[in-house]
């Protein structure tokens, strides 16, 4: 297993603006320092409020983010509870009129999945080519939406027109430290995008690059995400192999608006996380959202979460998927250059449960005609398929989706 620690202290020196919290013992989150995010409608009130430690607003669609004073040292955490807490009418504060809370949320980090200092420890390994996905009958176009680490060209989608109209600027960075090395998670978007293609292999594809090579972004990379794609309207599922734990185990407020203003046609699906526990991951286990668990054959596989909250499971465990190009410095192994990868690879973690069961609702949609909320029904039906406890319906991977080295 990898040193968990050493691996925080090295995204803690790679982002130097975060900062873990652990507001109860044993149940910690990461942040950005001095930031807080507010939803815009909210964002006047909550400046007003916190206006003797605000150094400065940045104003986005949907969000607001602002920055405190360092020299301040307001515990944000502690700040966005109580604003949380505060009640707003039509004029602000205290305010006659219907009453509301704000939207306001510590900026949380979020990390892809296979990765972070709970697990698994699990890097993607060389796998010899795996077969394109085979042409399908499509009744209707289906779209979906992969938020994650960008994607790289691929045999599989680099001629289709869908890949053409964004391949510059969703390009993966493979190596940011310029350390010769394939950075923890480049690759993470492009495999994460084929194991969507072969259970969907009409899908167009649409990313928006919010964690970088190392697995590590923040809630507002995510939440613009989701702004831009609202206002395009045209994802039918969309795709999330990331999360983070919140500082009060409460899904942000922030977030989750953002969720919802995608309106109810379409489907959400997010990884559960690998910390092998029952503690929330979000997006996951927010209520409008498919949260999915990995398994390992037929029992949950040893890194996943599990719990209430979680709505189906799938293989997770030695997928086989499109990877990236790329020779490190690594000496072999038995024979075997670790980082040698020539397009292809197998990985584990929830991150790659999840994309099974987007990619089971996009090509069901795609085969029948069926919008996507109907084929998630479909999918996740209870009494068509079995379900195992805390970890929800079981999602067939199918015979083509994984491959055991």
Excluded at 253 to 275: D, K, S, Y
Excluded at 385 to 403: I, K, M, R, Y
Aim: proline share 7%; aromatic share 6%; net charge negative.
């Amino acid at each position: 297993m990898f040193d968990q620690q050493a691996r925080l202290e090295r995204v803690l020196a790679r982002h130097p603006d975060a900062v873990v919290v652990e507001p109860v013992p044993g149940r910690p989150a990461l942040i950005r320092r001095n930031e807080i995010l507010v939803a815009g409608r909210d964002a006047g009130a909550a400046e007003t409020l916190v206006r003797r430690w605000c150094d400065s607003r940045h104003d986005e669609r949907a969000v607001t983010r602002l920055r405190l004073r360092p020299a301040a040292k307001v515990d944000v955490c502690e700040l966005s509870a109580r604003l949380s807490a505060d009640a707003l009418g039509s004029d602000g504060p205290a305010a006659g009129g219907r009453r509301r809370r704000l939207s306001v949320s510590p900026n949380h980090l979020v990390h892809g999945q296979p990765m972070w200092w709970s697990g698994p420890a699990d890097l993607p390994r060389p796998a010899s080519p795996v077969p394109a996905p085979e042409a399908a009958t499509a009744r209707r176009n289906v779209t979906v939406a992969i938020l994650d680490t960008g994607l790289s060209p691929h045999p599989w989608y680099e001629d289709a027109e869908w890949y053409r109209e964004q391949r510059d600027e969703v390009r993966e960075v493979l190596d940011a430290d310029l350390d010769f090395d394939l950075d923890a998670q480049a690759g993470h978007g492009t495999f994460v995008a084929g194991v969507v293609l072969r259970h969907a292999p009409t899908a167009r594809l649409r990313a928006r690059r919010v964690i970088g090579g190392d697995g590590v972004g923040d809630e507002l990379d995510v939440i613009r995400a989701l702004e831009w794609l609202a206002e395009w309207g045209r994802a039918d599922v969309v795709n999330i192999s990331l999360g983070c734990h919140t500082f009060d185990d409460r899904p942000s407020p922030v977030l989750a608006r953002a969720i919802a203003a995608l309106g109810r046609r379409t489907v959400v699906v997010a990884c559960a996380g690998n910390a092998a526990g029952d503690r929330p991951f979000w997006p996951a286990a927010m209520k409008p959202v498919i949260g999915v668990a990995a398994l390992d054959g037929g029992d949950r596989a040893w890194f996943s979460n599990h719990g209430w909250w979680v709505d189906a499971c799938a293989e997770g465990v030695d997928v086989a998927s499109a990877f990236v190009r790329f020779d490190g410095t690594r000496p072999p192994v038995d024979g075997v250059d670790p980082d040698r990868f020539d397009g292809f690879a197998t990985w584990s973690g929830t991150s790659f449960a999840a994309p099974v069961v987007a990619g089971r609702i996009a090509g069901l949609a795609a085969a029948e005609g069926l919008d996507a909320v109907d084929a998630a029904d479909r999918v996740l039906d209870p009494v068509a398929h079995p379900a195992l406890p805390g970890l929800g319906v079981v999602v067939d991977s199918g015979n083509d989706a994984t491959a055991k080295r």
